[in-house]
């Protein structure tokens, strides 16, 4: 599975942006798409997953302000961002996992830099 991410870059604190990831290729299902990111200095960690039948998970630093969605006839994934924070500054990676399999697919990341 191939992923092409979108949508990064710079944003004012308190600001908004969308990404956006199309998988393709052999895409199954069920599968799990959605976004980890990795700040400098630090270890990639989960921002939010959606699953095929559109069960989100988040991760608690961006509840509430973070909004994943899917459109599962196009096998693209969208990350919604509000308020966002300097804490939010990283390379922002798209994922695709086969839930029942061990397909799985890492996009080139896109950077996301929250700076007035």
């Known amino acids: 599975v191939q992923l092409q991410a979108s949508g990064g870059g710079l944003v004012q604190p308190g600001g908004s942006l969308r990404l956006s990831c199309v998988a393709s290729?052999?895409?199954?299902?069920?599968?799990?798409m959605g976004w980890y990111r990795q700040a400098p200095g630090k270890q990639r960690e989960l921002v939010a997953t959606?699953?095929?039948?559109?069960?989100?998970n988040y991760a608690d630093s961006v509840k509430g302000r973070f909004t994943i969605s899917r459109d599962g006839a196009q096998n693209t994934v969208y990350l919604q961002m509000s308020s966002l924070k300097p804490e939010d500054t990283a390379i922002y990676y798209c994922?695709?996992?086969?839930?029942?399999?061990?397909?799985?697919?890492w996009g080139r990341g896109t950077q996301l830099t929250v700076s007035s």
């Open positions: 994922t695709y996992r086969y839930l029942l399999g061990t397909n799985n697919s």
């Open positions: 290729g052999r895409v199954f299902s069920p599968n799990s």
């Open positions: 959606i699953t095929s039948q559109s069960i989100p």
